[in-house]
């Protein structure tokens, strides 16, 4: 049976109907296949480090600081689309990574959390770099081409009641502040209602809840946090008052 086999593979081939293959050619197709994993990694590392980024510029990170009302406000204004679409290409990797040994040896759920657990690591550490803030930054000047309109538009996405900025200037009624895209906004509180106000100084980045009338919120709850100055145009010295 086996030499019967072997005399129709033969034929086969010589008939060119099975055509061999170059060492070679498998190698190379292994390497393409590496190269493409790598850098659907490092996109899916972009991608997932990118939504914790508009998380902060938007505000929406700080939420759950302010209970229930805070995280009703994250669900509704999470960035979904974003998460499924590196949901997606998450399955999507490990889908081809399948393809090499060290991957298809181990159990699909072992391999899949390994990768989510790298990109989570990956994402952090990107996050740690200045490279989102100085994209922001460039796209909202207008000297990113490619990436632009991307950034404009979900790098610091406006949640309806939240403001997020560092302080720019105290007065009598409050004090104002910048946000992200360098909007200012005047915040109406006073301590009465606020004691910490008196902590306040400029500079500091802050989170407020509240209505917004002409430009002036009416804070209903607002904290003082600890956040990356490099994600406003306005932490540089001197800037905050203009």
């Known amino acids: 049976m086996e030499n019967n086999i ?25 390497v393409l296949l590496g190269l493409f994993l790598v850098s659907l990694f490092l996109f899916i590392i972009y991608l997932a480090s990118f939504t914790i980024f508009s998380l902060r510029t938007s505000g929406a990170w700080f939420l759950p600081e302010f209970g229930f009302a805070g995280l009703r406000i ?23 990574a399948e393809h090499f040994a060290f991957v298809y040896r181990r159990p699909m759920m072992v391999s899949l959390c390994g990768v989510i657990v790298a990109v989570l690591i990956g994402s952090f550490l990107v996050g740690a770099t200045p490279l989102h803030a100085m994209l922001f930054a460039s796209a909202q000047d207008s000297r990113l081409p490619v990436l632009g309109d991307f950034y404009n ?4 996405p406006p949640i309806k009641n939240l403001y997020h900025g560092l302080v720019s200037e105290l007065d009598e009624d409050g004090f104002k502040i910048k946000t992200p ?30 209505e917004l009338q002409e430009h002036q919120i009416r804070a209903r709850i607002m904290k003082k946090i600890k956040e990356d100055r490099r994600i406003f145009k306005s932490h540089k010295k001197g800037s905050l008052m203009k």
Not at 19 to 28: E, I
Not at 181 to 208: H, R, Y
């Open 181 to 210: 895209t360098e909007k200012t906004f005047s915040v109406l509180a006073n301590q009465k209602d606020f004691p910490s106000l008196k902590n306040i100084k400029e500079g500091d980045a802050m989170i407020i809840m509240g």
């Open 6 to 30: 072997e005399k129709q593979l033969i034929e086969k081939i010589k008939s060119g109907d099975i055509k061999m293959k170059s060492r070679a050619y498998f190698v190379g197709r292994l």
């Open 153 to 156: 538009r979900y790098g610091a």
């Open 74 to 96: 994250l669900l509704g204004s999470f960035p979904w689309v974003l998460v499924l679409l590196s949901a997606v290409l998450i399955f999507l990797l490990e889908f081809f």
